[in-house]
């Protein structure tokens, strides 16, 4: 009987280590995967565009002010139906920072709001001082957070 129940032991910890193989594969795989965005970085201020119907009204975004960190402060740009943070270098905002994840975040246009999601980052983005759990809207004066960046919706 006890060298069954060693039998028994050894392919539960085998099991064990092969789902744990399996997780380490899936979170490099999310770390690994591309997205690209089109926005595009620059020093001055968001230029105007036409304004799209938005349940928003005039609080509607029309961009964003990088904050933090200090390298990338007073740097505007446009919203654009698909905006990613991270550390990846096709990410639209593109850091080398620690606390970023390679994706961490993205600003998705949806029916004329803006959506801001989280994408399953290690150590979070936040929304006016609070961490996300879910996606949820961006209306101008709102800060977002994501590692050391900090920027404003305009």
Known sequence: MPEQLLNLLKICLLVLLYLFFLRVLRAVWAEVSVTNGSAV??????????????????????????????????RAMQMAPHITIGRDPGSTLPLTDNYLSHQHARIVERDGDYLLEDLGSTNGTYLNGKRMSAPAPLRRGDRVQAGNLVVEVT
């Open 41 to 74: 970085v620059t020093g001055g201020e968001p230029k105007r565009f036409s304004r799209r119907r938005s349940t928003g009204g005039t609080r509607a975004p029309q961009g964003l002010r990088v904050l933090e960190p200090a390298d990338w402060a007073g």
